[in-house]
């Protein structure tokens, strides 16, 4: 298969979504390799070292989409992408489809079959695709959320830790999966007085046990967070339920319960946000202010730190973009149930229930379109 590796587009953004290891592993099994040059400039790999593994660079994103049968990018197809994807190309990259349906209406009028890290799951229900990226942006989540209470960046003046004979901050993070449960053991690090919040009584369990007593877990519901508000100096949301709009978990009328200049952190923004006031920013800008309460919501955390996040991802994605390469996506699809669970677009048709519902269009089964296209 000819695979595509285009750079990436979106601002601030400076991950790649295949290393010079990948390149190499394709390559061995025959696979045509196509990057875009200095696609890899910023996770500090230079053309060369594609090409030292067997990759072929491509003079820019046209000559890489023309070119491929397979893309693999890291952020959503920014629009300019969405017009060079065509019925032939399979897309394997982020795509956060539920509460974008703008995109979501570009994929389906190009034809591409659309392959979301973040709806892939593993055998135990968990999104493998998901979780490295989760571990670093829970572990910047808690890094933001201590820089931005230090009073000369707007925020209330209180260091995490505290010091002796002075309380520490008291860090929340509401949703305690794997952004919630990285920025917990950050916030145990620096010493903050810290809960975690969960629906999930299992996951709760899991959490109690991980922290050996270092944070405390809490049920959460309407009235425990609004118990918890007026306690907090650092409130971390970190809620998902598996490719839907992230629910809201603090409303703006429940601001008014909280600290003037405490801070927000919504990591779940790239699936809408979990605090009602929260809309998405960048790392050049990452917050503003609501009622008094900072508000960090920068949608593409790991960013920040490409070359942690681009091993880390590639790392995770690997396997995947082997299944997909050697088997086709059909077939590749069929044999995992997890990688079938990732197909949210397909000819022209929403193929996951959740973005389907998201985005308020009708839901096709995976199987129909796949084995229709297979059999067209
Ligand atoms: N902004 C970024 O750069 C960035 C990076 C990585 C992940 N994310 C996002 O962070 C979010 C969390 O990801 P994750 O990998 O930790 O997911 P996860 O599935 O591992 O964990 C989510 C947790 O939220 C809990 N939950 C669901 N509804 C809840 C509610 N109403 N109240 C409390 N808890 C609730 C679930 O039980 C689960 O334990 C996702 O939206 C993901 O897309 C953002």
């Known amino acids: 298969m000819k695979i595509g590796v285009p750079s990436e587009i979106k601002d601030d953004e400076y991950r790649v979504a295949l290393t010079p290891a990948g390149a190499r592993e394709l390559a061995e099994r025959g696979h045509d390799v196509l990057v875009q040059s200095g696609a890899g400039l ?41 017009e060079m994807l065509g019925p032939g190309h399979v897309l394997f990259t982020y795509l956060h489809l539920a509460p974008a349906p703008e995109l979501t209406k570009g994929l389906q009028q190009s034809g591409a079959t659309c392959v979301a890290y973040e709806t892939v799951e593993d055998a135990r229900g968990r999104l493998p695709l998901l979780a490295p990226m989760s ?31 002075v309380a520490a901050a008291t860090v929340v993070v509401i949703g305690g999966g794997a952004v919630g449960m990285n920025a917990a053991f950050i916030a145990i690090g620096m010493e903050a007085d810290v809960f975690v919040f969960d629906v999930s009584i299992d996951r709760l369990r899991e959490l109690d046990v991980a922290f050996g007593g270092r944070a405390s877990t809490v049920f959460s519901s309407t009235l425990a967070v609004e118990e918890m508000l007026p306690r907090a100096d650092l409130v971390i949301g970190a809620v998902l339920v598996h490719g839907a709009r992230a629910p809201y978990v603090v409303r703006r009328d429940q601001l008014k319960l909280m600290k003037r200049q405490a801070v927000l952190v919504d990591v779940a923004i790239d699936q809408g946000g979990c605090f009602e006031t929260s809309h998405p920013t960048t790392h050049r800008d990452p917050t503003f202010e609501v009622d008094g309460i900072t508000h960090y919501c920068v949608a593409n955390m790991p960013g920040a730190v490409p070359i942690t996040a681009t091993y880390a991802l590639t790392n995770a994605t690997l396997p995947y973009v082997l299944a997909l390469a050697d088997n086709g996506v059909a077939s590749a699809a069929r044999r995992d149930p997890g990688l079938r669970l990732g197909v949210n677009v397909a000819d022209g048709r929403v193929t996951h229930p959740a973005v389907a519902e998201g985005v308020g269009v009708n839901y096709t089964p995976v199987e129909e379109v796949l084995d229709q296209k297979q059999k067209a």
């Open 135 to 165: 571990e670093i942006a829970g572990k910047i989540a808690t890094q933001a959320g201590a820089f931005f209470l230090e009073k000369p960046l707007g925020g209330r003046g209180i260091l995490l830790g505290g010091v002796p004979g």
């Open 42 to 82: 910023g996770s500090a790999i230079d053309d060369a070292d594609y090409e030292g593994q067997g990759a072929r660079i491509l003079p820019d994103a046209p000559a890489v989409f023309d070119a491929a049968e397979m893309i693999l990018k890291v952020k959503e197809p920014q629009p300019s992408e969405v």
